[in-house]
Nanobody, 124 residues
C-alpha cells in the first residue's frame, strides 16, 4: 500500500511558476513509476508527466513539454513537478499517482495509487 500526499498548489498569475510535491509513505516508492495527472472542472483527468522508478526516463504530455519538469528524490520518498510559464488553462486539481506496472504509462488505468490532489489556479 502506498499513501500519497500532494502539496504546493495555490493561486498564481499567468507566467508564474509553482513546484508541486508529493510525499509517499511506505517502502515501495522507489519501486514505483510515478506520474502527475490533472483534472479541470467538467473535464476528464488527463496525463501531465511520468517518471520511471530510477528517474532515468520521463514522459510528458505535448502541451507541457518545455514548461513542466517532473523529478523525484527516492531518498526522501518525494515526487516533484516544477511548473513554469503557467497559463490559465493549467488551472486544475493536480494528482500524483504510483504505478506498480512495468511500463511507464500515460493513462490513469495503469496507476494503482492516487493522492487527494492539490488545487492550482492560474489567473489571467
Amino acid at each position: 500500500q502506498v499513501q500519497l500526499v500532494e502539496s504546493g498548489g495555490g493561486l498564481v498569475q499567468a507566467g508564474d511558476s509553482l513546484r508541486l510535491s508529493c510525499v509517499a509513505s511506505g517502502r515501495t516508492f522507489s519501486s514505483s513509476h510515478m506520474g502527475w495527472f490533472r483534472q479541470a472542472p467538467g473535464k476528464e483527468r488527463e496525463f501531465v508527466a511520468a517518471i520511471t522508478r530510477s528517474g532515468s526516463s520521463t514522459r510528458y504530455a505535448d502541451s507541457m513539454k518545455g514548461r513542466f519538469t517532473i523529478s523525484r528524490d527516492n531518498a526522501k520518498n518525494t515526487l516533484y513537478l516544477q511548473m513554469n510559464s503557467l497559463k490559465p488553462e493549467d488551472t486544475a486539481v493536480y494528482y500524483c499517482a504510483a504505478s506498480k506496472g512495468y511500463a511507464l504509462g500515460i493513462v490513469t488505468a495503469l496507476y494503482d495509487y492516487w493522492g487527494q490532489g492539490t488545487q492550482v489556479t492560474v489567473s489571467s
